[in-house]
Nanobody, 116 residues
Framework: QVQLVESGGGLVQPGGSLRLSCAASESIFSFHAMGWYRQAPGEQRELVGRIFRYGSPIYADSVKGRFTIIRDNAKNTIYLQMNSLKPEDTAVYYC??????????WGKGTLVTVSS
């Protein structure tokens, strides 16, 4: 069973930066897509961004130009670099991976709070 473990969440002031990590229990080459979703209190889970084995990454309009997904194949890890954070970015952030058999895997989430 694939495991995804997120880390790096916490409290940050508006305008600040934070980097989340997602470590996979197997080679990330086995996934056709990986990415990040988030869920704010009282809201549905929404896409933050995805990267693909082939093709360009996609990002939600609300984070374009501020968030970047970075992959480190050697460490089987992806990162979410978040800059210029806003209070509305406050949410639990979940790591996602999809394999070539259309199975989806999720981490347990890490909380990001943007507040002064």
């Amino acid at each position: 069973q694939v495991q995804l473990v997120e880390s790096g969440g916490g409290l940050v002031q508006p305008g600040g930066s934070l980097r989340l990590s997602c470590a996979a229990s197997e080679s990330i080459f086995s996934f056709h897509a990986m990415g990040w979703y988030r869920q704010a209190p009282g809201e549905q889970r929404e896409l933050v961004g995805r990267i693909f084995r082939y093709g360009s990454p996609i990002y939600a309009d609300s984070v374009k130009g501020r968030f970047t997904i970075i992959r480190d194949n050697a460490k089987n890890t992806i990162y979410l670099q978040m800059n210029s954070l806003k209070p509305e970015d406050t949410a639990v952030y979940y790591c996602y991976a999809g394999d070539t058999s259309e199975r989806d895997y999720w981490g347990k989430g890490t909380l990001v709070t943007v507040s002064s």
